[in-house]
C-alpha cells in the first residue's frame, strides 16, 4: 500500500538537457506564471495504481512548500509535505516514514521559482487545450518519467488549471493523480499540515 501511494507522488530527479525552443519557452513562462500566482490550492484527488485500483481523498498546498494528502475514510494513512521531504503516517501500524521530494513533481508545485526549462520539457498533447510537462533523468532511465497536465482556463491563474500527473517507471507501470473541484488563494490554516504521531503521545506535529 504504501509502495502504491507514494510512486503517484515522488519520482527521482528529473532533467532534460535541450535547450527548450521558443515556443516551448513561452508555455512554459506560463506555467510558471500559473505556479507564482498559487499561494494556497485545495482539491480532491483520485489516485490510480497499474492494476486500475484508485484511492480517493483531499489535497491542501500552502506555499511556502506545504502540501496535505488527507485520504478517504476507512485509509488509516496521512502524507504531509513541509517543502524538502514527504511524511508518511500510517496510523494503521503506528509507523512514519520520510521521504526527499526532491526534484518530483511535488517540488515543482511546491518551489515555484525554479527554472522549468532545466529539467523539463512540454510534449504534443493532442489537444489545443492541454498543456503536458515531462521530465526524466536521461543519465537513470530506471527512475521513470513524469509528466504533469495543465489545461487551459481562463478562471485559472495565469489561464492554467493543474489537473494532475502520472509516474511511468522503467516497467512501463504507470500511476496517476487526477485533480478536481481545484480552487485557488482560498484561505488555509497553518495547522492543516499538523499531523498527530502515533508512535507516541504527545502535541501534534
Known amino acids: 500500500m504504501q509502495r502504491f501511494l507514494m510512486a503517484a507522488l515522488l519520482a527521482a530527479p528529473v532533467v532534460v538537457a535541450s535547450a527548450p525552443a521558443p515556443a516551448q519557452t513561452s508555455s512554459l513562462q506560463q506555467i510558471s506564471q500559473h505556479l507564482r500566482g498559487v499561494n494556497t490550492m485545495t482539491a480532491d484527488f483520485a489516485q490510480t495504481d497499474r492494476n486500475g485500483k484508485t484511492l480517493t ?12 494528502f488527507q485520504y478517504q475514510k476507512g485509509v488509516p494513512l496521512l502524507i504531509v509535505g513541509d517543502g524538502k521531504a514527504l511524511t508518511m503516517i500510517d496510523y494503521q501500524v503506528r509507523q512514519v516514514s520520510r521521504w526527499p521530494i526532491g526534484n518530483s513533481p511535488l517540488s515543482v508545485l511546491l518551489d515555484p521559482s525554479r527554472d522549468l526549462s532545466r529539467y523539463a520539457k512540454l510534449v504534443p498533447s ?5 498543456l503536458l510537462l515531462e521530465g526524466r533523468d536521461p ?13 487551459k482556463s481562463a478562471s485559472a491563474p495565469a489561464g492554467l488549471l ?23 488563494n482560498v484561505p488555509v490554516s497553518d495547522k492543516t499540515f499538523r499531523w498527530n504521531d502515533p508512535r507516541a503521545k504527545g502535541p501534534a506535529r
Open 126 to 130: 493532442g489537444d489545443p487545450n492541454l
Open 57 to 68: 481523498g483531499a489535497l491542501t498546498l500552502k506555499r511556502p512548500g506545504r502540501i496535505r
Open 139 to 151: 543519465k537513470h532511465p530506471e527512475f521513470g518519467t513524469i509528466t504533469i497536465a495543465f489545461a
Open 162 to 184: 493543474l489537473q494532475g500527473w502520472s509516474v511511468l517507471d522503467a516497467q512501463g507501470n504507470r500511476s496517476m493523480v487526477r485533480l478536481s473541484n481545484q480552487r485557488f
